[in-house]
């Protein structure tokens, strides 16, 4: 690092009139932050607002064109991640960096192994971890391995090793992604901790609902510019989406048209190895919202649906019975399924076209199977550009996009199809809110075309607005069935208790 220049006021880390540019484009544009010990700032945006980028500045991964970095106070010029990590910047990155078949001590201290007499020993890497855990005063299983910890737990220890490096800035990029709700609980317990034992935290996420609760203030990043900073209060949804899509959070959700009468999927007694027997009909052109907490079967039952979960009992669409654990069977039969981990549906290294035309590959190829390329690529472009697909090039690979671009690919891909029936698996997961509003009006668009759509999701206010009713799932079964105007965040959570209480009959 070059020699440090002294800023007075107390501050763990800052950056002021911050820009970065990449040729022409200029993705941090004069930005300006500072973080004070022992506070959490939310740093929210759209994708390509330029979070990233000031995330991997502060990382040492970017060198920026212009601008000042601060930590304690002092100018400094971080030019690699090692020297950002002296310096004691440490990040947890949205996806786990642990090696699972290592025990959570040997994690803890991966790199910085104690040596005796040029020997590792597991008593030392243990002694050493417990330092560390004493540090930073949480405490973690040291003698088991990563891979037999939940999501929550290896998140924690994670935390914990950034922690113990964390000597300026902790930056957590988008920490409850994978998290169900106690899960989330049980983070901000753990950050609300060392956030009192003085740590600065850099907080990222698109869960604006759990925003308040844990940030002391929010910076908002908008096409590489600051638009705004809100303080205590004031960190609500209903103050921090116009600053992030200029649009209030009334006009985030479109009307949907009400359903027809004609019912398109009739599931009935469809039963999984996990869940209990489970009966639907989703009208023309209606939205069912299915819900519950993590692993409670409604994303099961879903996938079963589509058939991808093996399963017993009977599917039809429009009357066509749909064969049991057969995806090419229930495609057939007019079922199409989106998933919103992009890692499952698409092909990062394919072109945003080509993976647009992926459905339509049957209907493209010719005698003995064989592909037309050209109808491909015309078929797979027209499907994007339909479906108002943002590329530089649509000849990119479709991980160069955001998630809300990768995300409309894979709706363009199943809809290119003529679908009936979509069963849509968490599709706006890690998705930005102005991309957010753009699925769904493709939703709104494809409902009132007559698709029927069985909508899984754990966000409570995209449940009541873009679906006609709503089922909620406890213990693997369907336990309630709720109007949308009524299944507010208050009622799924009372019907998922309620079926989990003892029965007093019993009792």
């Known amino acids: 690092m070059d020699a440090p220049t002294r800023v007075d ?38 994708n390509g607002a330029g979070k990233s980028t000031l995330i991997k500045v502060l990382a040492g991964v970017y060198r920026p064109s212009a601008g000042t970095v601060r930590l304690g106070g002092e100018e400094v010029t971080l030019s690699s991640p090692r020297e950002a990590l002296l310096a004691g910047v440490a990040t947890v ?141 004031r960190c609500v949804p209903d103050e921090i989406i116009p600053l992030l899509a200029g649009r209030a959070m009334d006009d985030l959700f479109p009307s ?64 066509r019975r749909v064969p049991p654990g057969d995806v090419a069977g229930a495609i057939r039969c007019g079922i199409a399924y989106v998933s919103g981990d992009r890692a499952e549906g698409a092909f990062p290294e394919l072109s945003v076209w080509r993976n647009a035309a992926v459905g339509l590959w049957p209907r493209l190829s010719r005698r003995l199977g064989v592909l037309s390329g050209r109808a491909e690529r015309r078929a797979g472009t027209a499907l994007a550009e339909a479906y108002r697909v943002r590329a530089n090039d649509l000849s990119q690979p479709i991980g160069t996009l955001s998630g809300g671009n990768q995300q409309k690919v894979l709706i363009a891909r199943w809809a290119g199809i003529d679908p009936r029936v979509v069963v849509l698996d968490e599709p706006t997961l890690g998705v930005d809110v102005g991309a957010r509003r753009e699925i769904y009006d493709l939703i709104a668009e494809k409902v009132a075309d007559g698709t029927s759509v069985v ?29 949308s105007a009524e299944a507010t965040e208050e009622a799924v959570l009372a019907a998922r208790i309620s079926s989990l209480a003892p029965d007093k009959d019993n009792s």
Request: hydrophobic share 45%; aromatic share 2%; proline share 4%.
């Open 256 to 319: 949907l048209p009400a359903p027809g009468e004609d019912v398109t999927l009739e599931a009935v007694d469809v039963r999984t190895r996990s869940t209990a027997p489970f009966s639907l009909s989703v009208r023309r052109g209606e939205v069912v919202g299915l819900t519950g907490a993590a692993g409670a079967g409604q994303r099961v039952v879903a996938r079963a649906l589509a058939g991808i979960e093996r399963s017993t009992g009977t599917v039809t669409v429009a009357g």
């Open 93 to 233: 990155h949205q996806h786990s960096m642990l090696a699972g078949n290592l025990t959570v001590a040997a994690n803890l201290i991966l790199g910085d192994e104690p040596r005796r007499h040029g020997v590792v020993t597991t008593a030392g890497i243990r002694e050493r971890a417990r330092e560390v855990v004493e540090r930073v005063g949480l405490d973690l299983p040291l003698d088991a391995t990563v891979d037999s910890l939940s999501l929550a737990d290896r998140q924690r220890v994670e935390i914990v090793r950034a922690a113990s490096l964390a000597t300026s800035v902790m930056i957590l990029d988008e920490p409850t992604a994978a998290l169900e709700p106690t899960e989330v609980a049980e983070l901000f317990t753990t950050i609300r901790h060392l956030r009192d034992r003085g740590i600065a935290i850099l907080y990222i996420s698109h869960r604006l609902d759990e925003i308040p609760q844990i940030c002391d203030r929010v910076v908002v990043l908008r096409d590489g510019q600051k638009v705004g900073e809100l303080d205590g209060a």
């Open 9 to 46: 006021g107390e501050e763990a880390v800052g950056v002021s009139d911050l820009v970065v540019t990449f040729g022409s484009f200029r993705a941090l544009r004069g930005v300006s932050l500072s973080i004070r010990p022992g506070e959490v700032v939310g740093l929210l945006g759209e």
């Open 455 to 483: 909508l899984v999701s754990s966000d409570h206010a995209e449940l009541q607005a873009m679906s006609h009713r709503v089922v909620v799932f406890a213990d693997g079964r369907a336990v309630a069935e709720l109007p």
